[in-house]
Nanobody
Framework: QVHLVESGGGSVQAGGSLRLSCVVSGSTLVNYVMGWLRQAPGKEREVVSAITWSEGRTYVADSVKGRFTISRDDARKTVYLQMYSLKPEDTAVYYC????????????WGQGTQVTVSS
């Protein structure tokens, strides 16, 4: 059973930076994909970025490309989302999630962390 705990959210002004962390426990992560998703009020949940644990291959949504970077630390079993040049439209609850490679949906989620960007 995979357990995810996010941290690092907060409030920043536009142009600022934050780094989110997600500590993973409870299972080997070989053949898993770790994702960062976000949901803003009144909007659908969006996959922001993802990384395959074994190879480190990444996906970054067009809306954040060039500003957000995903990475992982095998030893700490932690996934990071480094966010630069934050915009007010990045305001959302950010979730760390995991799925098996090839699965259509993420099936384990963290509790979420709020990111608020003011103009």
């Amino acid at each position: 059973q995979v357990h995810l705990v996010e941290s690092g959210g907060g409030s920043v002004q536009a142009g600022g930076s934050l780094r989110l962390s997600c500590v993973v426990s409870g299972s080997t992560l070989v053949n898993y994909v770790m994702g960062w998703l976000r949901q803003a009020p009144g909007k659908e949940r969006e996959v922001v970025s993802a990384i395959t644990w074994s190879e480190g291959r990444t996906y970054v949504a067009d809306s954040v490309k060039g500003r957000f970077t995903i990475s992982r630390d095998d030893a700490r079993k932690t996934v990071y989302l480094q966010m630069y040049s934050l915009k007010p439209e990045d305001t959302a609850v950010y979730y760390c999630a995991v799925k098996r490679r090839g699965a259509a949906t993420y099936d384990r989620w963290g509790q979420g962390t709020q990111v608020t960007v003011s103009s």
